[in-house]
């Protein structure tokens, strides 16, 4: 659309003027009719085609009892009621009387946490991860078909889109509720100006190494309900590169956006001095759509032809569709694949790539 600019309609034909005098600033205007619209059709839409309630239709449990279970089974041990209530947004009361049921059917254990005598940590008894298996096979099948029949580049599309959506409302709700708990200013206090944080890409300093393996842990536990095991195998992965590093051919690539660390790289050598190896890619949920990902990779093959490399492989599963949208971008091609259990799942699909660094 082309013409003059027009005032920015706030809420309902408030102006920006209006919204400005008020103590609204205009980058932070309230959604227009049409815009509340579009997301209550997209949640009905959205909420139909998940099937969202479906694995719990045919039980006794309401989806936050099951939300309930899945938080304490990724707890480790070390979740309290407390930690519960604040993620999935219910008070500690309500909370309360689904861990007494939980209790009472012998789904939870209890041990004292030694830092506040008040709260206790929760985990699932044995019991517990029998009723709380099916109903993540459940969830997890009904989550797959809802992108079986897109092709791959669109379910990477698709997952993209949901990426923007929650690190966009995730960052929006972390503000809301930092001037919520904190502000002391006068009710209209002048807006401060936009800052956007620092992106930056670092090379390996201390503390970096432990902070990889543990993100490996707790990312893939939550997002695909991998278990300890690939934790372990990346710590074996890590201490094999501390032990046979060769700065000169090898090296490691740390992202962080406002001093944070976020992400991270391995390029190493492989089995033979002609082929390097991408390891360990990692990106945080809440750093994701900035297209760091991308920068990670394209740094390690600037790296890798820099040093000499003829080639680069990686190993990676069908299921981590952005990262292969970035490899399939950049030249990678799929060598082999194979269908194995591992990591507390079934039917997973392990696949090996290549890129040529002669073909640019």
Same mark, same amino acid.
């Given at each position: ?115 506040? +005598?008040?709260? &206790?940590?929760? @985990?699932? %008894?044995? =019991? ?5 298996? $099916?109903?993540? /096979? ?33 960052? +929006?709700?972390? &503000?809301?509720? @930092?001037? %919520?708990? =904190? ?5 209209? $206090?002048?807006? /401060? ?53 060769? /700065? ?53 093959? /600037? ?58």
């Amino acid at each position: 659309m082309t013409g003059a600019p027009r005032p920015s309609p706030i809420a309902n034909g408030t102006t920006a003027a209006q919204a400005s005098a008020a103590g609204i600033p205009a980058d932070h205007s309230s959604p227009t009719d049409a815009q509340i619209h579009a997301i209550r059709a997209f949640n009905r839409f959205y909420t139909r085609r998940a099937g969202v309630l479906d694995p719990y239709l045919k039980s006794d449990m309401s989806l936050t009892d099951v939300r309930v279970l899945y938080e304490i089974h990724h707890g480790g041990g070390h979740i309290t009621a407390s930690d519960i209530a604040k993620t999935i947004g219910h008070d500690n009361g309500y909370l309360s009387r689904i861990l007494k049921r939980f209790d009472k059917s012998g789904w939870v254990s209890r041990r004292p946490n030694p830092a506040d +005598a008040r709260q &206790s940590f929760l @985990a699932l %008894t044995g =019991t517990g991860e029998e009723v709380y298996a $099916p109903l993540q /096979a459940k969830s997890h099948a009904e989550a797959a078909a809802l992108v079986a029949e897109l092709s791959a580049a669109d379910r990477v599309r698709v997952i993209e889109a949901m990426d923007t959506i929650e690190t966009l409302l995730r960052g +929006a709700t972390a &503000s809301a509720e @930092a001037e %919520t708990e =904190t502000d002391t200013t006068p009710a209209h $206090p002048a807006p /401060a100006p936009a800052t956007t944080p620092a992106v930056t890409l670092r090379g390996l300093q201390p503390g970096d190494l432990g902070w990889v393996v543990q993100q490996h842990g707790e990312i893939y536990a939550k997002e695909y309900d991998w278990d300890v095991r690939f934790e372990a195998l990346v710590a074996g992965i890590v201490e094999g590169f501390v032990k046979n590093y060769d /700065a000169s051919r090898e090296r490691v690539w740390i992202a962080e956006v406002g001093g944070e660390r976020v992400g991270s790289v391995f390029l190493v050598q492989g089995s033979t001095k002609a082929t390097a190896k991408l390891r360990l890619l990692i990106l945080g949920p809440g750093a994701r759509g900035l297209g760091l990902g991308s920068r990670l990779v394209d740094e390690a093959i /600037a790296f890798a032809r820099e040093a000499g490399y003829e080639k680069v492989e990686l190993w990676t599963h069908s299921c981590l569709l952005a990262a292969r949208a970035i490899y399939a971008k950049r030249g990678f091609v799929l060598t082999s694949s194979e269908v194995y259990d591992g990591f507390g799942q079934t039917g997973l699909v392990g696949e090996f790539y290549e890129l040529d660094l002669g073909k640019k």
